[in-house]
């Protein structure tokens, strides 16, 4: 899951040599009155203000020299209960802070959809997720390198960042007796995310789930620390929340630019806008995004914004490949049906999406004694030979790998991907992965909710 969190999150557009900066300035602020930024010029244009694009904005608008406009859709809610307290996790679903995206009917759900939930507010789904700290297993990243012939792609690169965007605070010896496990040395102390131990961590009820997965999965072991980029075991798992008693969210709203930029005059965020095109200007045969329309509502006039040095896309993994084709930039067999004119032939665009799957089974506990308030923090990851039994994984392994190329093709048959003969050895790393290195392959969550008295597991 953290492997889609990154990967498609940030497209730089086009890198052009540094034009003339901006004559306009503005003081850090955010607004959703365009009124003064209609035909105005800024070096880098950010759309989509989520976890990537305020990162990005808080990162880049560091150089005082550069002036950064991010275009947010949704409007600043950090405000609201069910944006700053975790514990009301899903209440954001299917509401005005969701765009409530429902897939193509499914033929093996009977041709029922299934909902996709995506944040529409300043800080994109960043405001409205689970808030759990876990990491990708190190032995995933490190796959990329090796599809992509590019080190940096390589855990060890990744996990600087991550380290450089946590700031922890260590469980009190109360939270370590519930269960809360860690180990100082996978934990970043100073950048501006707050990662907390739940203060209000249920113990009973997630001490007996962690023993009831250990006997349930043969030789699950407990993890000290799932931020290792070790996975597979059992575990507790830190929160995304402020360390005091509130436990406010720390979002990428408050984390990267309350507090933080503040004191930016060049870095302004505009809500309530949708970014609806880029604008391009060729130039040496290279395409060079200049600038961007911008739309309020669907009966508003668009206007122009100008980019002298990047457009960044980071709307997210449905919306930016979205985004590109509306710019002309994909498939062709997609686009001219559409009416829009090709600028650029990118077949795999808005293709290749995988969402993570989820079942949600709830019951009631046979005593509603909880124990605490939450969010609730005890997850299994077994892997495929835990959960199947060595004789079973062994045959599901020879089984899948017989059914690769026919995979493939029906993928691309049906138009999820561009490439099955390229996909193959993406196919083929992912199941040599969970197979042979023995790599968590399941993530059980165990959900505890107060105000429904009930209990289950996400998976
Ligand atoms: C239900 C749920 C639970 C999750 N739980 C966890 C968790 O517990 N821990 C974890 O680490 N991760 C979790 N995630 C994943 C994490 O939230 C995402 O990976 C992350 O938010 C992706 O960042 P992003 O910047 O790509 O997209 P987003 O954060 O979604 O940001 C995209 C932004 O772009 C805006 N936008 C879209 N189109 C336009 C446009 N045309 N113009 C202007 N703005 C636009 C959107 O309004 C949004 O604000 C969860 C995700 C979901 C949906
Ligand atoms: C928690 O968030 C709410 C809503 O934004 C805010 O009013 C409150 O001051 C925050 N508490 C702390 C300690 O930051
Ligand atoms: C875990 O289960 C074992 C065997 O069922 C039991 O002996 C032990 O007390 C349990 N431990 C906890 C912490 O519940
Ligand atoms: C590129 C740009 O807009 N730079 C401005 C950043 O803010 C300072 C202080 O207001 C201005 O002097 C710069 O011109």
């Not at 994109?124 to 759990?132: D, E, K, M, T, V």
């Not at 100082?184 to 100073?190: N, P």
């Not at 009416?339 to 032939?345: A, L, M, P």
């Amino acid at each position: 899951m953290f492997l889609r969190r990154i990967v498609p999150g940030l497209i730089a557009c086009q890198l052009a040599v540094a034009l003339p900066a901006s004559l306009h300035h503005f003081k850090r602020e955010i607004t959703s009155d365009a009124s003064r930024l209609v035909n105005s010029h800024f070096d880098y244009i950010i759309a989509g203000g989520g976890l990537t694009g305020l990162t990005a904005a808080s990162l880049i608008s560091e150089d005082p020299s550069v002036s950064v406009l991010v275009v947010e859709a949704g409007s600043d809610r950090h405000d609201d209960p069910r944006v700053y307290d975790v514990r009301t996790y899903g209440e954001a679903f299917d509401t005005e802070l969701d765009y409530g995206f429902q897939s193509t009917p499914i033929p093996w759900r009977e041709g029922k959809t299934l909902s996709l939930v995506a944040g529409k507010m300043l800080g994109g789904s960043g405001s409205l997720n689970g808030a759990s700290w876990t990491k990708g297993p190190k032995s995933q990243y490190d796959l990329l390198p090796v599809l992509t012939g590019d080190e940096s792609w390589s855990f060890e690169n990744f996990n600087k960042y991550m380290l450089r965007a946590e700031h922890f605070n260590a469980p009190a010896p109360s939270e370590v007796a519930k269960g809360a496990r860690f180990s100082l040395s996978h934990h970043g102390t100073q950048g501006p995310v707050q990662v907390s131990f739940a203060k209000g961590m249920f113990e009973t009820l997630q001490l007996d789930a962690i023993n009831a997965s250990q006997s349930l999965w043969n030789g699950l072991e407990i993890n000290t620390d799932a931020a290792s980029g070790i996975v597979n075991g059992v575990t507790t798992i830190p929160n995304m929340v402020d360390p005091d008693l509130t436990q406010n969210r720390s979002s990428p709203y408050t984390a990267f630019i309350q507090g933080r930029a503040d004191r930016r005059p060049n870095l302004t965020i505009l809500t309530g806008h949708r970014v609806i095109g880029i604008n391009w200007e060729s130039a040496a045969s290279q395409l060079r995004a200049s600038s961007v329309q911008i739309q309020q509502g669907p009966a508003s006039t668009p206007f122009t914004i100008h980019a002298d040095r990047e457009v960044l896309l980071a709307c997210g993994s449905m919306q930016s490949p979205a985004l590109l084709e509306l710019s002309g930039v994909g498939d062709p067999a997609v686009l001219e049906p559409l009416g829009i004119s090709v600028v650029k032939r990118m077949p795999a665009v808005g293709r290749h999406f995988q969402e993570q799957t989820k079942n949600t089974v709830t019951f009631q506990p046979r005593s509603a004694a909880f124990h605490g308030s939450g969010p609730p923090s005890a997850i299994a990851f077994p892997n495929l030979q835990q959960v199947l039994g060595p004789a079973l994984a062994e045959q599901s392994y020879h089984e899948t790998l017989a059914s690769l190329d026919a995979h493939a093709r029906f993928l691309q048959e049906g138009g999820f991907i561009a490439n099955a003969t390229a996909y193959v050895p993406v196919l083929r790393a992912q199941v040599d992965n969970l197979f042979l290195q023995k790599e968590a392959a399941v993530e059980i969550f165990y959900t505890i909710t107060p105000s429904t008295g009930t209990v289950g597991i996400d998976l």
